[in-house]
Nanobody, 120 residues
């Protein structure tokens, strides 16, 4: 089992920045991939950015050049999402994700979500 807790959401003006954090606990040794997803009002949940233990990093086209996913240098348990040049269309609940591999089985875990609102 893996538990994920997000933090760092809030209200920001267009063009501003926010940094989200996601702290993992539990069976973190089995995590093979981490990611951020978001769900805007009336929309389906969509991928924002992912990183594997490779590391291989992947971004949605809508956030390339503006968002950066990274791992804490001191602790592999924390993943960040640095969001710059925010736009109103970035408004969403942002969810942290972790994929584990153990005993031949992949499992996906989700955090509770943190609200990001971009508005003047």
């Amino acid at each position: 089992q893996v538990q994920l807790v997000e933090s760092g959401g809030g209200l920001v003006q267009p063009g501003g920045s926010l940094r989200l954090s996601c702290a993992a606990s539990g069976s973190v040794f089995s995590i093979v991939a981490r990611g951020w997803y978001r769900q805007g009002p009336g929309k389906q949940r969509e991928l924002v950015a992912t990183t594997t233990s490779g590391p291989t990093i992947n971004y949605a086209d809508s956030v390339k050049g503006r968002f950066t996913i990274s791992r804490d240098s001191a602790s592999a348990k924390i993943v960040y999402l640095q969001m710059n040049s925010l736009k109103p269309e970035d408004t969403a609940v942002y969810y942290c994700n972790a994929v584990t591999y153990s005993g031949g089985t992949y499992r996906t875990y989700w955090g509770q979500g943190t609200q990001v609102t971009v508005s003047s």
